[in-house]
């Protein structure tokens, strides 16, 4: 266990809809990454949330948004959801500096499908 | 060519035998790399990371490390039959923030 946290585990959803997906990052952890894991592949980044800002982004197009609260927990958005969005949604707590510096801990994922 | 690239498996090893992963990388940029374990149906789990070139073991696990090759492996002694797994490695280019990213995946079955 790592001590990240997600919510909801599973998730249905039809196309064309919105869905939240929250993370709670580990303990003393200031950077939350967001990756999207599809079916026999590996986790593609979407972005990533440091200080409340948005610092990094991956090849993700705009309805894919996030948010990070004081607590550094998190939220991803995704809009106009298509079918293609069905995948595990991994959230992933690091910290910038220290000896444990950039060592990503996922949390236990959010499983979405898209009908 | 994808970024980082492994293979797919399945490698099979009898269970005290050593199992080696390998993964290339196509970014020269990168400085660190992450092997990562992941059991079906769960998230990824940090097995190790490796920042110099050479070696680094952490109990049965170690991980090498050729950045002029772009070549990262994990050897895995005394494989048991719990380490069957998909081990996924990871790179983190040079980019200023911390995105990593992954290779599809080794899948490993470790027979008793």
């Known amino acids: 266990e790592t001590g990240v946290t997600q919510s909801p585990t599973h998730l249905i959803k039809t196309r064309g809809q919105q869905v939240t997906l929250r993370c709670s990052s580990q303990?003393?952890?200031?950077?939350v990454s967001w990756y999207q894991q599809a079916l026999g592949q590996g986790p593609q980044f979407i972005f990533q949330?440091?200080?409340?800002?948005?610092?990094g982004r991956g090849n993700f197009p705009p309805r894919f948004s996030g948010l990070q609260f004081p607590n550094y927990s998190s939220e991803l958005n995704v809009n106009a959801l298509e079918l293609d969005d069905s995948a595990l949604y991994l959230c992933?707590?690091?910290?910038?500096?220290?000896?444990?510096?950039?060592?990503?801990?996922f949390g236990p994922g959010t499983r979405l499908l898209v009908l | 060519q994808k970024e980082v690239e492994q293979n797919s498996g399945p490698l099979s090893v009898p269970e005290g035998a050593i199992a080696s992963l390998n993964c290339t990388y196509s970014?020269?940029?990168?400085?660190?790399f992450f092997w990562y374990r992941q059991y079906s149906g769960k998230s990824p789990e940090l097995i190790m990371f490796?920042?110099?070139?050479g070696d680094k073991e952490d109990g049965r696990f170690t991980a090498q490390l050729n950045k002029a090759s772009q070549y990262v492996s994990l050897l895995i002694r005394d494989s048991q039959p719990s380490d069957s797994a998909t081990y996924l490695c990871?790179?983190?280019?040079?980019?200023?923030?911390?995105?990593?990213?992954f290779g599809t995946g080794t899948r490993l079955l470790v027979s008793p």
């Open positions: 970014d020269r940029g990168s400085q660190s």
């Open positions: 303990s003393g952890h200031n950077t």
């Open positions: 490796i920042y110099s070139n």
């Open positions: 992933a707590s690091s910290l910038v500096a220290g000896p444990d510096q950039e060592t990503q801990y």
């Open positions: 949330y440091y200080r409340e800002e948005e610092n």
């Open positions: 990871a790179a983190r280019p040079d980019t200023g923030f911390q995105k990593l990213v």
